[in-house]
Nanobody
Framework: QVQLAESGGGLVQPGGSLRLSCTAS????????MGWYRQVPGKQRELVAV???????NYADSAKGRFSISRDNAKNTVYLEMNTLKPEDTAVYYC????WGVGSSWGQGTQVTVSS
């Protein structure tokens, strides 16, 4: 099992930036990829960005050009750098760790609010 601890959410004005962090603990070797998803009330959770252990990345169209995902393997931490934030980026952001094989773990979520 993997435990995920997220941090970095908060309130930011439109056009501003935030960096989310997610630190994994537990069975680190079982992780194939880590990523960020977001969810607003009444909608399905959606992928924002993901990075594999090999460093390959994938972004939602809404995140391309504005968000950047990276990882520090020594710290077992994944970061999501979010720039040029828009009100429609407001959501609860969840960290996810996918295992080799089947299954994944989720963090508790961190609120990001983009508002003036």
């Amino acid at each position: 099992q993997v435990q995920l601890a997220e941090s970095g959410g908060g309130l930011v004005q439109p056009g501003g930036s935030l960096r989310l962090s997610c630190t994994a603990s537990g069975s680190i070797a079982s992780i194939y990829a880590m990523g960020w998803y977001r969810q607003v009330p009444g909608k399905q959770r959606e992928l924002v960005a993901v990075i594999t252990t090999g460093g390959s990345t994938n972004y939602a169209d809404s995140a391309k050009g504005r968000f950047s995902i990276s990882r520090d393997n020594a710290k077992n931490t994944v970061y999501l750098e979010m720039n040029t934030l828009k009100p429609e980026d407001t959501a609860v952001y969840y960290c996810n760790a996918k295992y080799w094989g089947v299954g994944s773990s989720w963090g508790q979520g961190t609120q990001v609010t983009v508002s003036s």
